[in-house]
């Protein structure tokens, strides 16, 4: 079966711009989740979703960040007025029960 | 939150060799696991370990809770095996998937 899927796989953007991530879990899988990558580091948590309930957003960076899963199905991440400091692998997981399984990212690029 | 160490930070194998990799955890942790990534930036889940040993073909993995440190274990490695490879856990009381992440090892095997 198909793995989590994540749209588009690189990303330029001035700063400024706003940009919207899009994450399609694997089918029937209730919890989804989003982290950032830094270069050179592990991926840091940023939201959790259970369904289209977004259980826990305690990751996201500032108010400029928002994300949604309005029928408990695929995910958007938006990022408003993205400034340099956004430049990341933005990943997506979505997981049946305890173990996580993760799409191949975003590369976000904020010139 | 908790802190996760990885050791070594940097490893070098010719291939066929065996590599031990560390996971030190500053507290109790729920939900332990350990990806690989691969040089194009996937994450591949390896194990769901929270205690005990596990084996899938040429890794295993142990993980002694009450010492709070995990083992994953590399047999007859190949070049395909390179990577970085990352532990992560959650604390007690916080969503299951909101995982903190080690800073990785980096695995070059040469043929």
């Known amino acids: 079966g198909a793995g989590v899927s994540q749209s588009p796989r690189y990303k330029v953007a001035k700063r400024g711009q706003d940009v919207a991530l899009r994450c399609d879990p694997i089918?029937?899988?209730?919890?989804l989740f989003w982290y950032q990558q830094a270069l050179g580091q592990g991926p840091e948590f940023l939201t959790y979703f259970q369904n289209e309930a977004q259980l826990d957003k305690s990751g996201l960076p500032s108010d400029r960040f928002f994300a949604e899963r309005p029928e408990g199905s695929v995910s958007t991440l938006k990022i408003q007025r993205t400034q340099q400091e956004d430049s990341a692998v933005y990943l997506c997981a979505s997981s049946p029960s305890e173990k996580l399984f993760f799409g191949s990212g975003t590369q976000l690029s904020v010139l | 939150g908790i802190q996760v160490e990885q050791s070594p930070p940097d490893l070098i194998l010719q291939e066929g060799a065996n590599s031990t990799l560390r996971c030190n955890f500053s507290?109790?942790?729920?939900?332990l696991q350990w990806f690989h990534q691969n040089p194009w930036g996937q994450l591949i889940n390896l194990f769901y370990i929270p205690s005990g040993t596990k084996q899938n073909g040429r890794l295993s993995a142990t993980t002694v809770a009450t010492e709070r440190y995990s083992l994953l274990y590399i047999s007859s490695s190949q070049t395909t095996d390179s990577g970085v490879y990352f532990c992560a856990g959650n604390a007690g009381g916080t969503s299951y998937g909101k995982l903190t992440f080690g800073q990785g090892t980096i695995l070059t095997v040469h043929p």
């Open positions: 507290d109790s942790v729920n939900n």
């Open positions: 089918s029937g899988h209730v919890s």
